[in-house]
């Protein structure tokens, strides 16, 4: 009876030993997978942050080589009383819109055929030359408190004209001329402000 009590403790004994034992292996198969997924998510985190670096690197390098302002199609594009007036349009199309005119004046053209006009809409005037009987705008002139349509105007300053339209335009002292295709933006300055500005073309 002694003797199989005994065989009974160590029979107990030698489970709770083999279930102890399984337990600390199952615990380390589970620190080990633990410490498996931290590796990879550190890894995972590293390469993310090299990516996002590439990234942030390659937008400041694109930045940089970006132009500090570039004259456009659409800075030749001027809204008169609504209306949006650009080079080449044919003048009686506009009247409508733009209404009576402050002043106007003809003269014979040196063109051809016709009269040449001149529109003034507050600070803002508008020449024309007759094709094929059809005044066509020719150039534009600001003097007062209008505005191109980056945002240039009489009083803004030189600074302020090179970072809307870059430097790469015929400079002195007195005058900024940019050009683009067959269009020319004339800016005239007093010191290092503007003080009138006019668009033109051949």
């Given at each position: ?7 009974a ?12 034992a ?26 993310e ?34 209306a ?119």
């Amino acid at each position: 009876m002694k003797r199989k009590k005994l065989q009974a403790l160590v029979c107990v004994a030698i489970l709770v030993v083999g279930l102890t034992a399984c337990g600390k292996q199952d615990a380390g198969s589970g620190s080990q997978d633990k410490v498996g997924q931290t590796v990879e998510q550190t890894a995972e985190q590293q390469n993310e942050a090299v990516q996002s670096e590439a990234v942030k690197e390659t937008v400041v390098e694109t930045q940089a080589a970006l132009p500090a302002g570039t004259l456009t199609e659409e800075d030749f594009v001027i809204a008169i009383n609504g209306a949006a007036v650009k080079l080449g349009d044919d003048m009686s199309t506009l009247e409508p819109s733009l209404g009576e005119p402050d002043s106007y004046e003809t003269a014979k053209s040196c063109m051809g055929a016709g009269e040449d006009k001149v529109y003034e809409y507050g600070g803002i005037t508008i020449y024309t030359y007759p094709i094929d009987g059809v005044d066509i705008v020719s150039a534009i002139e600001f003097a007062g408190e209008e505005t191109l349509p980056a945002g240039i105007g009489v009083g803004s300053t030189r600074d302020e004209v090179i970072a809307a339209y870059g430097s790469d335009c015929e400079e002195d002292e007195y005058s900024m001329t940019y050009e683009l295709g067959d269009k020319t933006l004339g800016i005239e300055l007093d010191g290092d402000s503007v003080s009138f500005i006019e668009i033109y073309g051949e």
